[in-house]
C-alpha cells in the first residue's frame, strides 16, 4: 500500500514526479481544476458577503471517486498542483472534496481517523526541488486561495451581468470580460489614432563625405550653428543644398568613447511570450503550450522523463543559488574567463507585485546543451527551450564593449553653418552577445547609426563633399498592435497577468471582435461596435488605469494586506452603478433604423441602415414584415457603423485603380469582412474580395529549407498563412505543421495539421498523402485507450469542456482534458 498519495494537474506531470518519488507513493492527475462556479446560474450571493457556490465540474465526477478511492489507502495525501494562484485553488477544491481536516489552515493536527492533506509546491521538476518539495510541506495559503476566488468572482460577475445585454441589445453569443475588453479597447484605440493621424512632411539631409584617406562616410544634418533644425518640405531642402553645395568642411568635433551594452534579465512569462513571438514567429498560446511540456517532463533516452526548464508563469527574474553557481561554472569552461562577470549579475523585477518567491524561466539545468538533447525534442520544442536557454545563459555574461565615435562636422561659409553629424562604432568584446541578442519591436535607430565604419579624423581637418542625398519622408502614424506588442503594452499597464494572455489573446480573436492582417490585430466591426457600447456604459470598469488597479489589489489579498470580501464589495459599488445606467441607456442596435440619403435600387424608397447578424447593412426602408408583397431589398454597408468618430470613416487608399472606370480603390470594410471598392460609388459600383487580386507580399524567415538550403518565406495563399521555400518551383519544400506522432494507419508517414479546402476547417492526416490516405476529423493523441486497447485517443470538445476519448465506434471510453492542454481546432 502507498504510504502518500500525490495529486497533480496533468498526466505528464505525474509521470515526471512518480520517477523521482518511487514506490512509496502514487502519483495521479486531477486533469485541472475539479470545481468551479456553476454554468447554470451567477453562483456568487452578492447580498450575504459574496458567498461562493462551487460545484464539481461536469465530466470530473469519475476523476474524484478515482481519487477519494486511492485517498482512504493512503497515509497522506500530498496536493501538488502548480505554484501559482489557480494551482492553490485547485488544491483546495480537493481538499474540500477529498475531506481533509487542514485544507483551510485552520486546524494543523491530524486527528485520528481524519485525513491529513499537505500541500507541496517546487518552481522546478527535477529530483532535488521534488525531495526538497516534500520536505517542507505546508498547509493550504487560504491567501492565495482567496486572491484567486477574487479573480474569478470579478471574471463571473463582469461576464454574467454584462454579457445578457450585449445579447439583447447587440446579438447573442457575444461577451464582455474584465480583462478582455480592456485588451480590445487597447486595439480599438490604437485603430483609431493610426486612422485620426495626419501625415507631416520632413525632410532628411545627408552628405556623402570624404577625408581623403580611408573609407567615405555619409553625416546627417542635425542644426543650423548650435541649434536644431528641422527641415519641413522641399522648398526648404532645396535652399539648403544650395547653401552646402558652396560651403567649406571641417570636423568640429571627434568624442570617443566606450559604451556598454549588458545583456538583458532571464525570461518571466510575457517576455519568453514577446521573444518567442518575434524570433520564432510563434503565437503566445503556442509558446504557453510548449513551455508547458518542457516543464512537465520530456524523455531523454535513458535519463527518462526530465524536467527541462523551471514553471513558465512567473514575472519574477530571480534566479536560485544552486543554478546561478552552475551557469558560472559552465561559463569559464565553454566560453572563457573573460566571459564571467566578478559577481553572479542580478536583475530587479519590473513588473508590480512580482511574485519573488517564484524564480526566472531558465533550464534546470544548463548542462543540458539544446543541441546535445535536440534529438529528443520536436522541432518546436527545441526552439523554445534553445531560447531559454540561451537567455539564461547570457544573462550571467559579461557585457558587450563597443568603442563610439560621434563626429560634429560643420559646413559653413561666411558667418552661417550647419551641422552635421556621424556616429560609428566597433565591437571590442561581443561579452553576452556571443549567445544571444534581444529581439526589439521594430527597428533600432541607434543601432543602425552605429554601423558606420569611420575614417581616422581629427579636430579641424577638411573633408571633401562629394555628394548631396536630401530625401523626402512623412511622419507615420503607431504600428498596430502585434502579439509581442500587445502583450508587452498589457503588461507594462498593469492590465491581467501573463498567464492569461493567451486566453484573452484568443477570446477576442474567436469572438470575431478582431482580425489578424499579416500579424497585427485590426478590430473588426463588431469589435468597433462593442467597446464603444461598453466603454460609453461603464465609465470605470473597462478603464486600463481601474483594471490595473485591481490587479494590485489582487496582490494585496494574496499578501494577506485585504479582505477578498471588501475588495468586491468596493468594486461592485461602480459596477452596480454602471450596469443600471447601462439597462436604460445601452443603445439597442437591434431596433435601429438610421436614415440616409441612399435610394432603394428596386423600388426607389430611402435606405435605412439596420443592424443584424453579420454586422450593419442597408435595407429598403419600406419594408413591413407583416406585408409579404413589401420590398426585401438589402445590400452590404461599406461604411462603419454610425456614431462612430468621423476618422473611423475615412478610407484606407491603396494603389490600386479601378478597372472599369480607372478611379483609385480604396479598403472598405463590410459585413462580411473587408474588401476593395472604386471611389467612384455610385456612379461605379466595382468592388473585389481581397483574395481576388492584390498579392499579400511574402515575409523572408530566419530558417533555411531543409531541402534545399535556401531561405524559408511566410507567404499567404487562399486557405492562409504557410510557410515554404523561396526557391519554388525549383524546390517545392512546404514546411508541415506535424504534430508529434506517427501515422497509425501506415507506421511511416507523420501525422499533420492540414486546413480543408471548401470549409477551411482543420483536420489532420499523413505526411504520405497521397500514398497513405489517412485522416482524422479529431486531434490524434499518442495514447492507448485504457478500456479496448485502441492505439490512440482524439481530442473533442463538447459542451462539458474538452476530453480525450477513444475513436473505437465500439468503445465509450472518455475522460476529461485540461483546458490549458486542449488545442481548439479552427
Not at 500530498?78 to 488544491?91: H, K, M
Not at 497585427?520 to 461598453?534: A, H, Q, R, S, W
Amino acid at each position: 500500500m502507498a504510504k502518500g498519495l500525490v495529486i497533480v494537474e496533468s498526466p505528464a506531470k505525474a509521470k515526471t514526479i512518480q520517477k523521482y518519488l518511487g514506490k512509496g507513493f502514487e502519483v495521479e492527475a486531477s486533469f485541472g481544476h475539479v470545481k468551479d462556479l456553476p454554468k447554470s446560474n451567477l453562483g456568487v450571493d452578492i447580498d450575504n458577503n459574496f458567498v461562493t457556490e462551487y460545484v464539481v465540474i461536469p465530466g470530473k465526477e469519475k476523476v474524484l471517486v478515482k481519487l477519494k478511492k486511492l485517498a482512504k489507502g493512503a497515509d497522506t495525501v500530498y496536493l501538488a498542483p502548480d505554484p501559482d494562484r489557480e494551482g492553490e485553488a485547485i488544491a483546495a477544491h480537493l481538499a474540500e472534496e477529498l475531506g481533509g481536516d487542514n485544507f483551510d489552515g485552520t486546524k494543523n493536527k491530524k486527528k485520528k481517523n481524519d485525513l491529513e492533506i499537505r500541500r507541496v509546491t517546487f518552481n522546478e521538476i527535477t529530483q532535488r526541488a521534488v525531495k526538497e518539495a516534500f520536505e517542507h510541506a505546508r498547509d493550504i495559503d487560504r491567501n492565495l486561495v482567496d486572491a484567486q476566488q477574487t479573480r474569478r468572482v470579478l471574471d463571473r460577475l463582469v461576464g454574467y451581468q454584462v454579457s445578457p445585454l450585449l445579447w439583447d441589445k447587440v446579438r447573442r453569443g457575444l461577451s464582455a470580460g474584465r480583462v478582455q475588453t480592456v485588451a480590445l479597447r487597447l486595439i480599438v484605440d490604437r485603430e483609431r489614432e493610426i486612422k485620426a493621424f495626419q501625415k507631416q512632411e520632413y525632410w532628411t539631409i545627408d552628405a556623402h563625405l570624404s577625408a581623403g584617406k580611408g573609407p567615405s562616410f555619409d553625416a546627417r544634418l542635425i542644426g543650423r550653428g548650435d541649434e536644431k533644425i528641422e527641415v519641413p518640405n522641399q522648398e526648404e531642402a532645396d535652399k539648403i543644398t544650395a547653401f552646402l553645395n558652396e560651403a567649406n568642411w571641417l570636423v568640429r568635433s571627434v568624442e570617443k568613447k566606450e559604451r556598454r551594452r549588458n545583456a538583458a534579465a532571464p525570461f518571466t512569462t510575457s517576455k519568453l511570450q514577446q521573444d518567442s513571438a518575434r524570433k520564432l514567429r510563434f503565437s503566445v498560446k503556442r509558446t504557453m503550450m510548449l513551455a508547458q511540456r518542457l516543464y512537465e517532463g520530456v524523455e531523454l533516452g535513458e535519463e527518462g522523463l526530465v524536467g527541462l526548464i523551471t514553471y513558465m508563469r512567473t514575472d519574477s527574474t530571480r534566479v536560485s543559488n544552486d543554478a546561478l553557481a552552475e551557469v558560472r561554472e559552465y561559463i569559464p569552461q565553454h566560453f572563457g574567463k573573460e566571459y564571467l562577470p566578478e559577481t553572479a549579475n542580478f536583475y530587479k523585477s519590473k513588473q508590480k507585485g512580482a511574485q519573488e518567491a517564484h524564480e526566472a524561466i531558465r533550464p534546470t539545468s544548463v548542462m543540458r546543451h539544446p543541441d546535445e538533447i535536440q534529438k529528443y525534442l520536436k522541432e518546436d520544442e527545441f526552439k523554445v527551450y534553445k531560447l531559454i536557454w540561451q537567455r539564461f545563459v547570457a544573462s550571467q555574461m559579461n557585457p558587450a564593449i563597443f568603442d563610439q565615435t560621434t563626429v560634429d562636422i560643420d559646413a559653413g561659409k561666411g558667418n552661417e553653418s550647419y551641422r552635421f553629424r556621424v556616429t560609428g562604432s566597433v565591437m571590442k568584446f561581443d561579452g553576452f552577445l556571443k549567445v544571444y541578442e534581444e529581439s526589439k519591436e521594430g527597428k533600432d535607430e541607434e543601432d543602425e547609426a552605429l554601423k558606420h565604419k569611420l575614417p581616422a579624423l581629427n579636430e579641424g581637418q577638411k573633408l571633401t563633399l562629394k555628394e548631396l542625398k536630401p530625401e523626402q519622408h512623412f511622419t507615420e502614424p503607431p504600428p498596430r498592435y502585434n502579439e509581442a506588442s500587445l502583450v508587452k503594452e498589457l503588461e507594462e499597464r498593469g492590465i491581467g497577468r501573463p498567464s492569461t494572455y493567451a486566453t484573452i489573446l484568443g477570446t477576442i480573436q474567436e469572438r470575431q471582435y478582431v482580425t489578424k492582417t499579416g500579424g497585427k490585430f485590426v478590430p473588426t466591426e463588431i469589435g468597433l461596435v462593442v467597446t464603444d457600447l461598453l466603454v460609453e456604459n461603464f465609465k470605470d470598469i473597462f478603464d486600463p488605469a481601474y483594471t490595473a488597479k485591481l490587479e494590485e489589489e489582487l496582490d494585496d489579498i494574496e499578501d494577506g494586506k485585504e479582505k477578498w470580501t471588501d475588495a468586491l464589495k468596493e468594486f461592485y459599488k461602480k459596477f452596480e452603478r454602471d450596469l443600471n445606467y447601462a439597462g436604460k441607456h445601452m443603445q439597442n442596435l437591434k431596433a435601429m433604423e438610421k436614415p440616409t440619403d441612399e435610394k432603394c435600387e428596386r423600388c426607389g424608397s430611402p435606405l435605412v441602415i439596420k443592424w443584424g447578424k453579420h454586422g450593419s447593412f442597408f435595407a429598403c426602408s419600406s419594408y413591413d414584415k407583416t406585408d409579404p408583397n413589401s420590398c426585401t431589398f438589402t445590400k452590404e454597408n461599406p461604411i462603419d457603423l454610425p456614431d462612430l468618430d468621423s476618422a473611423d470613416m475615412q478610407e484606407t487608399a491603396q494603389e490600386e485603380y479601378c478597372e472599369n472606370c480607372g478611379r483609385p480603390m480604396v479598403l472598405k470594410r463590410g459585413r462580411f469582412g473587408q474588401f476593395m471598392a472604386c471611389t467612384g460609388y455610385p456612379d461605379c459600383k466595382t468592388t473585389r474580395r481581397l483574395d481576388q487580386a492584390k498579392k499579400v507580399p511574402d515575409v523572408p524567415l530566419d530558417e533555411k529549407c531543409p531541402e534545399c538550403g535556401r531561405n524559408m518565406l511566410l507567404r499567404h495563399g487562399r486557405y492562409g498563412e504557410f510557410i515554404s521555400c523561396s526557391g519554388y518551383p525549383d524546390c517545392k519544400y512546404v514546411k508541415q505543421n506535424f504534430i508529434g506522432m506517427k501515422c497509425p494507419e501506415c507506421k511511416d508517414g507523420e501525422l499533420v495539421e492540414k486546413r480543408a479546402r471548401r470549409r477551411g476547417n482543420t483536420f489532420y492526416g499523413c505526411s504520405r498523402y497521397p500514398k497513405c490516405k489517412f485522416t482524422s476529423a479529431n486531434k490524434p493523441v499518442p495514447e492507448k485507450c485504457p478500456e479496448c486497447g485502441h492505439e490512440y485517443l482524439v481530442q473533442k470538445f463538447l459542451k462539458s469542456g474538452p476530453v480525450l476519448a477513444c475513436p473505437n465506434e465500439k468503445c465509450d471510453f472518455s475522460r476529461p482534458l485540461p483546458q490549458e492542454e486542449a488545442q481548439p481546432v479552427s
